[in-house]
């Protein structure tokens, strides 16, 4: 079983919807749970930092820990053309330093 | 914010050929920095993690001899591919953290190398 799985993908989308993005994990070790945004031929720029379980806000964006679950996810709401790209989530042990990457999910989000 | 800076972005090489790609923390220092390699559709493998002034840590599988690392400073990494063949045409991405054991990392914009 791999550390990290994330739900099948790719999304197709329209403009203005809710996405939920999923992942979940076998490591009860991983303690730091990120959210990475790729665009196509780009590096990975973070989107979501959390360590416990709950929900973090930034704007659209609503990340969600459940570590009794293994289970985080990524929501995003009024969904843009903008937000089109692959998003990634990433888990790390503590003190570790290394991440540890899901596959990623390619999400198109259609005007 | 901070800012990891990633040259070239592409390149494409002869096999056989050695190709070196820098990586810079552009406006903090930092004593780790990261090399992961993505193939098409898939995610981030971590490659081996690059320590300033002692050697780099290399994941099981990773060749040492052919991906050399040197973290010459506290703003740079260099990753050099070795004697390169078309199965190492891949993107290579570099990440750093701007202080140590907080779990936010940065990443450059990555190099896609392609041998042919």
């Known amino acids: 079983q791999k550390e990290v799985e994330r739900d099948p993908g790719p999304l197709s989308v329209p403009e203005g919807a809710i996405v939920s993005l999923n992942c979940t994990y076998s490591?009860?070790?991983?303690?730091?749970f990120m959210w990475y945004r790729q665009y196509s031929r780009k590096g990975p720029e973070l989107l979501m930092y959390?360590?416990?379980?709950g929900n973090k806000e930034d704007g659209r964006f609503t990340a969600q820990v459940d570590k009794s679950s293994k289970y985080i996810s990524l929501f995003i709401r009024d969904s843009q053309p903008s937000d089109s790209a692959t998003y990634l989530c990433?888990?790390?042990?503590?003190?570790?330093?290394?991440?540890?990457f899901g596959k990623g999910t390619k999400l198109t989000v259609n005007p | 914010g901070a800012v990891v800076s990633q040259h070239p972005s592409r390149v494409i090489c002869k096999s056989g050929t050695s190709v070196k790609i820098e990586c810079r923390s552009l406006?903090?220092?930092?004593?780790?920095m990261f090399w992961y390699r993505q193939f098409p559709k898939q995610s981030l493998m971590l490659m081996a993690t690059?320590?300033?002034?002692?050697?780099?840590?290399?994941e099981q599988g990773v060749e040492k001899d052919k991906f050399l690392i040197n973290h010459a400073s506290l703003t740079l990494s260099t990753l050099t591919v070795t004697s390169a063949h078309p199965e190492d045409s891949s993107f290579y991405i570099c990440?750093?953290?701007?202080?140590?054991?907080?779990?936010?990392?940065?990443f450059g914009e990555g190099s896609r190398l392609t041998v042919l």
């Open positions: 990440s750093a953290r701007r202080t140590a054991n907080t779990g936010e990392l940065f």
């Open positions: 406006d903090f220092q930092a004593t780790t």
């Open positions: 959390t360590y416990s379980s």
């Open positions: 690059s320590n300033e002034g002692s050697k780099a840590t290399y």
């Open positions: 490591n009860s070790a991983f303690q730091y």
């Open positions: 990433a888990m790390e042990e503590g003190g570790s330093e290394k991440l540890v």
